[in-house]
């Protein structure tokens, strides 16, 4: 623990206080606290300051119960409980003072509300005489958070803090995920009020999960069955609803081909013979084209986000589609589909899958082998084993998965680190691959790196991030230090804020407006910070530096000098149909 | 597909915040709203939005379901202006002089059933419920002559077909 280490009580004494509090009035302050506990958060990330003082001074009294994380800045406290979201599966949890404590978090729950990611922020603010008045630190964080948001709420008299506390836990991880900020007065956290507490099971107005049809499971078995090409595309709801073995089992049972969006990956270990790789702008060139191929789409717990459709109007317009999805508010937003089966994955998939007969057609698996060989001949191979003098992402990625053996959570900030992440990770296991995909939130990686490793301290945590990426959160490389968080960073080096750089080369005639980048020097910073650091410039040196880094107990850096002016391929270029991806 | 006015009936839990997270529905989508209305309904802290907006079918679905998709809404409609009974009320500020020395306006006023809320020697409030339209001819008759002030309310309508909205609130609140 690392903010307050004097006069710390001892843990019985600790015990007896909160057992004699229990019967007695407390504070506000206090009920926050408990509440907590009560929801099991036994880690929260955060910063303090005036309008939430009264909460940090009751956690310097739980030290042994929570593990409050000082981060260097609220983004990166928000980005770390996202991570830890994602790798645990468990409520993230955030706290800041009110005004720029609260704005700063803006992003990072934009981030969570566009990629379902549970989290309950809790926010101070001003005394409740003078909302309105412009005080000091005053921001309407009610308003400024309500796009972006699952619910919010604020709370100006005590007595509402336990109720308000178990709605946001179970609106935060009930259905469809999502980010919840509850804002709580100043005048609250002092008031005083009879404590009790009750977890909260239901809200009349709310209903997290659509009533499966069976019927509708019935019709999507008989047009799969049917179906002569058919196609799985998943995405994270597989997750989410830990429906990883249904998905297994559905496309084992039928033999059918499937493919993920980028936040569906490792749902499906990455070997699996019915892996066929990641849809989308950068996707893989097999699903990409065999996409406008198919004659079913069996979408699952996927959006059809415009980055994995391209141009709507020639998405798989010849295919009948069957969505599977939690969120009725999915089913024909961005494609019509033909049949839409609610409720969670796992629920719908165990009921399709004993409808379900073997397909049959090897030509069509034959298919996605031809063109994944395409792909692996003219960019797959040449980027993992490249014969060039510079280092390439790809390569780099290679090698962690050679020392990971693809058990590693691969977490990865935005541009072309991630999309090469994307690509070239391997993963055995779920809960795997933790990256900004709605939002694209530059500066994500390393604070949610953090997270994840907190989440799942059992697990390998390795972050690959670009140099541009790496100096917007730079900052919580103290967080590492302070925390002592087993993280390993890789920086991929290419001067550039590369993704950028690639659309200047091809739609803007290589006119590199602003996206150059004189760096400072990595491996001294980090260095700073008291973590290990090593750069590596030459491949003779990758091996060891990567084997070196995964050894290591602790925080490990290493910055890798790629090639400047690699492209990622194949590319759907925005606006064009999936099926004119292009290889080069 | 066309677009046209569609009346977009909300009912929700009476809860602050409420107006302004239906409101960003429509914002988000560039969608400007014609007309609002809140009130308490026949179901006790439960309210009534009664939003009307010029957009697509389509686009009705996708705010409807947008709409109960936000935790304390209990259940959304979309209505075209044939499937419900709607109208909207105004108030008419004018001259009482006018009254006296501008025989037609009394004409105007018992042709258009207007209904006189106040008279007092300075100015005379008439009050219309109708149609957009009906209301539009009223205000047409009076401006020539000079209106003093005008204020026109949000539609609040009811549907012709059943909703069963009782129902399934009463099953919503066990
Ligand atoms: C906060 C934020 N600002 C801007 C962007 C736009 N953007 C997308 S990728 C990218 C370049 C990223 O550069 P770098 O971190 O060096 O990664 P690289 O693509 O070089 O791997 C930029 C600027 C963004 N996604 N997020
Ligand atoms: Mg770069």
Redesign the interface.
Known sequence: METITKTKLPENEVKQELKKKTTVRIQGSEAVVRSLIEEGANLIFGYPGGAIMPVYDEFYKVQDKIHHVLTRHEQGAIHAAQGFARSSGKVGVVIATSGPGATNLITGIADAQIDSTPLVCITGQVGSNLLGSDAFQETDIVSISTPVTKWNYQITKASEIPGVIAKAFYIARSGRPGPVLIDITKDAQFDEFDFSYKKCEKIRSYHPVPEMDPEKVKEAAEMINKAKKPFVVFGQGVVLAQAEEELRNLIEKADIPAASTLLGLSALPTDHNLNMGMVGMHGHYAPNVLTNECDVLIAIGMRFDDRVTGNLDTYAKQAKIIHFDIDPAEIDKNVKTDIAVLGTVKETLAELIPLIDKNKNQKWHQEFHDLRKIEYDRIIHPQTKPTQEKLTMGEVIAAVNEQTNGDAILVSDVGQNQMMTSRYGKFNITKSKITSGGLGTMGFGLPASMGAKLGRPDREVVAFIGDGGFQMTIQELGTIMQTKIPVKIVVLNNEFLGMVRQWQELFFDRRYASTVMTNPDFVKIVEGYGIKAKRVSKREDLKDAIADMIASEDAYFVEVIVEKEENVFPMIPSGASVSDVRLK | MEKQLYTISVY??NN??LL??IA?IF??RHVNIESLTVSSTEIEHVSRFIIVANITEDEA??II??I???????KAFYHTNDEAIYLQSALFKVKSKLLFEKRQIQNIIKKSNARIVTVNPEFFVLEKSGRKEEIEELYDGLAEYGIMQFVRSGRISVTKEEMKITELLEK??V
């Open positions: 929700t839990e602050l915040g302004n997270r960003t914002l988000k679905k996708k379901k947008q109960e998709k936000q935790i304390e809404v209990i919503e609140l």
